[in-house]
């Protein structure tokens, strides 16, 4: 990756950050800290990785992503918009009555969206099952399964990485959003993961662990994961919650608070100063 490739994605993370705040702003409530923090991930995953096409979001051939941690639906709509699957205007339209843009992601009502989520630890099934379908159909598609690190306390979660190694899913690459907090605390407070790397291997997983905010880390990760066929992988991506607005990163409390006017014009002015 050159430098200018890398510096256009950090632009765009930059944006969808921007965006992410607008939204949530206008409509009053949502997830902030999550949103933010998985920034960098989602434009490397929409702008450089995956194999998709937002003018076709139904195209047989495309890799699909499946948001496990649905609360963090900002992120994804923000990065779908910049990517093209549908007007950057209708993100104003967030948790609004009517609205594609649900406050968790439904698949029934924006197209490019490839699973229901909402309640926590559903999403590695879901994933583990299309990724075993496309196995069975000799299909090259790989599923890409985005999840928090605090539902990874929930036990049909296990479940999915136990079924997921036995069965060898080299499509399957899941990724951790590893920032260490949840709705009302730490995580590890609350109920610890540790040793997480050590869980994930005793599972037949391969696990790398990466930088969340290092773009080109996590798309070399990727790149590893799809090449690995013997088992599936999972990357462990540190994150820091509330990335890029740096009086609120790592703070738990903006787990689940959307920002007031006057903290959104004050961020977004961060933001466009920073990228200058």
Known sequence: MTDEQLLSLQKIANDIRISIITM????????????????????????????????????EERDRVILSNGHIAPVLYGTMAHAGYFPLE?????????SRLQGHPDRLFLPGIENTSGPLGSGLSQASGMALAFQMDRKDNHVYCLMSDGELQEGNTWEAIMFAGHKKLSNLTAIIDRNNIQIDGMTDDVLTLEPLVDKWRAFNWNVIEIDGHDIEA??????????????????????ISGKGVVEIEGDYRWHGKPPSTEEKDKWVNELEDSIR
Do not use: Q
């Not at 209708?90 to 009517?98: I, N, S, Y």
């Not at 790149?223 to 066929?229: D, G, I, L, P, Q």
């Open 24 to 59: 949530l702003e206008t409509a009053g409530s949502g997830h902030t800290a999550g949103a933010l923090g998985m920034a960098d991930i989602f434009t490397a995953l929409y702008f450089h990785v995956l194999k998709h096409d937002p003018k076709n979001p139904t195209w």
């Open 218 to 239: 996590f798309i070399n990760a990727c790149e590893t994961a799809k090449s690995f066929k013997e088992k599936p992988t999972v990357i462990i991506a540190k994150t």
């Open 90 to 98: 209708e993100l104003a339209t967030l948790r609004k009555f009517g």
